[in-house]
């Protein structure tokens, strides 16, 4: 077999063989395989798309290119969620403690933010001698114990997704439904768990810009992951607007902690609601119903906060922390967003508000950027919000003040205003299963 032939087959639009791909997988982990000749790949792919078979074959193929993690030493049925990422995505502090508190048994693996979008490792590190990186035994005590742990990915998981990965971020062909899809399920079977929640996200901070291309990536990773033999469902949530008021690290903790105790009712409660309950439903095969009011409970009775502070102390953060949040460092420096404009606020680009939040110093411009946990923003006024002249919008944190001129002008340059504003807001918009 040559790498030649399987380029120029795909080139020609024609469907790739079990065999043909797991030799392509194999020979680029390998290095045998030339990253000129995986982008030429790449590129065809984008052009040509996959048959379901062929984004199986790739998933499988990618899946055991490396560490296939074993969770048969977790007692009772593991579960995973997965967001596609976006801006003010907290969901994991607070869906995976709801979970433990109604018996799942979250074991799970995340990754880092990069670009415009936030990472649940960043996050988690913000609180005061939180370890994400547990030996496996550790890893999989501190599951059967607390029913969470929460740790940064391994590197040998999926390894050829990870090269992958990297070139297509500089090759132009991230955005194929395939290679996403394949990518992103490649990682959740081989980090093992029995059920597997996606959360795809739709519209401005999103991958996938509308709703039907975030169907068709939602309902590929289904099938996959429902013919490898995990229980999968899909969620599509909406990313037109950031979720919840808090962008950044130490103040999304904070805000998920406000939400665990029950404080707030918006956006992104109703979206935690759903992926738990959906979570929940894999794990009791009980029907979505009993299942919500189960994981409601667990926010109204304190046991789902009970949850997150078992996992920060397993994991050997300072719970103090959750119990007072005011000991989260502050930022040095704050500047508040005012509003020009009399009427509604009518569109938020997600993405720009993110970027935003990294020129404070949320995010990294590279992987060797180091962050700043306190830097962020706080909403005080969202999509479909009334507001006039003179109001704060949003309040800018940072240790660099040079930094707001240019966040604030990003942040403004996001906003569109309407003198009326009619347009229903779904949080959660739909659930494929
Ligand atoms: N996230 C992934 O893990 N892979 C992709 O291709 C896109 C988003």
Same mark, same amino acid.
């Given at each position: 077999?040559?790498?030649?032939?399987?380029?120029?087959?795909?080139?020609?639009?024609?469907?790739?063989?079990?065999?043909?791909?797991?030799?392509?997988?194999?020979?680029?982990?390998?290095?045998?395989?030339?990253?000129?000749?995986?982008?030429?790949?790449?590129?065809?792919?984008?052009?040509?798309?996959?048959?379901?078979?062929?984004?199986?074959?790739?998933?499988?193929?990618?899946?055991?290119?490396?560490?296939?993690?074993?969770?048969?030493?977790?007692?009772?049925?593991?579960?995973?969620?997965?967001?596609?990422? *976006?801006?003010?995505?907290?969901?994991?502090?607070?869906?995976?403690?709801?979970?433990?508190?109604?018996?799942?048994?979250?074991?799970?693996?995340?990754?880092?933010?990069?670009?415009?979008?936030?990472?649940?490792?960043?996050?988690?590190?913000?609180?005061?001698?939180?370890?994400?990186?547990?030996?496996?035994?550790?890893?999989?005590?501190?599951?059967?114990?607390?029913?969470?742990?929460?740790?940064?990915?391994?590197?040998?998981?999926?390894?050829?997704?990870?090269?992958?990965?990297?070139?297509?971020?500089?090759?132009?062909?991230?955005?194929?439904?395939?290679?996403?899809?394949?990518?992103?399920?490649?990682?959740?079977?081989?980090?093992?768990?029995?059920?597997?929640?996606?959360?795809?996200?739709?519209?401005?901070?999103?991958?996938?810009?509308?709703?039907?291309?975030?169907?068709?990536?939602?309902?590929?990773?289904?099938?996959?992951?429902?013919?490898?033999?995990?229980?999968?469902?899909?969620?599509?949530?909406?990313?037109?607007?950031?979720?919840?008021?808090?962008?950044?690290?130490?103040?999304?903790?904070?805000?998920?902690?406000?939400?665990?105790?029950?404080?707030?009712?918006?956006?992104?409660?109703?979206?935690?609601?759903?992926?738990?309950?959906?979570?929940?439903?894999?794990?009791?095969?009980? *029907?979505?119903?009993?299942?919500?009011?189960?994981?409601?409970?667990?926010?109204?009775?304190?046991?789902?906060?009970?949850?997150?502070?078992?996992?920060?102390?397993?994991?050997? *953060?300072?719970?103090?922390?959750?119990?007072?949040?005011?000991?989260?460092?502050?930022?040095?420096?704050?500047?508040?967003?005012?509003?020009?404009?009399? *009427?509604?606020?009518?569109?938020?680009?997600?993405?720009?508000?993110?970027?935003?939040?990294?020129?404070?110093?949320?995010?990294?411009?590279?992987?060797?950027?180091?962050?700043?946990?306190?830097?962020?923003?706080?909403?005080?006024?969202?999509?479909?919000?009334?507001?006039?002249?003179?109001?704060?919008?949003?309040?800018?944190?940072?240790?660099?003040?040079?930094?707001?001129?240019?966040?604030?002008?990003?942040?403004?340059?996001?906003?569109?205003?309407?003198?009326?504003?009619?347009?229903?807001?779904?949080?959660?918009?739909?659930?494929?299963?």
């Amino acid at each position: 077999m040559r790498i030649y032939d399987i380029i120029q087959k795909k080139k020609y639009g024609e469907a790739l063989t079990k065999e043909e791909i797991e030799f392509f997988v194999d020979g680029f982990t390998k290095e045998k395989i030339h990253d000129y000749q995986a982008s030429a790949l790449m590129m065809a792919i984008w052009f040509n798309g996959m048959t379901d078979e062929e984004i199986t074959d790739l998933t499988l193929a990618m899946a055991h290119s490396g560490d296939m993690v074993d969770l048969s030493d977790v007692e009772g049925f593991t579960v995973d969620k997965h967001s596609t990422g *976006g801006v003010g995505d907290k969901t994991t502090l607070i869906v995976a403690p709801i979970v433990a508190a109604c018996g799942g048994k979250v074991a799970k693996m995340s990754g880092r933010g990069l670009g415009h979008t936030g990472g649940t490792i960043d996050k988690l590190e913000s609180i005061s001698g939180f370890d994400t990186a547990l030996s496996k035994e550790d890893f999989i005590k501190a599951v059967n114990d607390c029913g969470l742990c929460v740790v940064g990915q391994t590197g040998n998981l999926a390894p050829a997704d990870k090269k992958l990965y990297a070139l297509r971020d500089v090759t132009a062909t991230v955005d194929s439904i395939p290679l996403i899809a394949s990518s992103i399920m490649s990682k959740k079977l081989a980090a093992g768990s029995q059920g597997i929640v996606l959360d795809v996200k739709t519209g401005s901070g999103a991958f996938m810009k509308t709703v039907e291309a975030s169907t068709e990536l939602a309902q590929k990773m289904v099938s996959i992951g429902n013919s490898a033999g995990r229980k999968t469902v899909a969620l599509i949530t909406d990313m037109d607007v950031p979720l919840g008021t808090a962008i950044g690290n130490s103040l999304e903790v904070k805000e998920a902690i406000n939400v665990l105790c029950g404080k707030q009712k918006d956006d992104l409660f109703e979206v935690c609601i759903a992926l738990a309950s959906n979570m929940l439903c894999l794990v009791h095969s009980k *029907g979505y119903e009993e299942c919500e009011k189960m994981a409601l409970e667990a926010v109204e009775n304190g046991s789902a906060l009970q949850k997150l502070k078992a996992m920060v102390t397993a994991q050997g *953060g300072n719970a103090e922390w959750i119990d007072c949040p005011e000991q989260f460092p502050k930022a040095e420096f704050s500047y508040d967003i005012v509003s020009e404009n009399d *009427g509604y606020i009518s569109f938020m680009d997600a993405q720009k508000i993110g970027t935003s939040s990294v020129i404070l110093g949320a995010g990294r411009e590279s992987k060797e950027d180091s962050i700043d946990f306190s830097a962020g923003i706080i909403l005080h006024k969202k999509t479909g919000d009334r507001v006039q002249t003179g109001d704060v919008i949003a309040t800018l944190y940072s240790n660099k003040k040079d930094s707001f001129s240019s966040a604030e002008k990003l942040f403004k340059n996001a906003l569109e205003f309407s003198t009326d504003y009619t347009k229903e807001h779904k949080a959660v918009i739909k659930v494929i299963k």
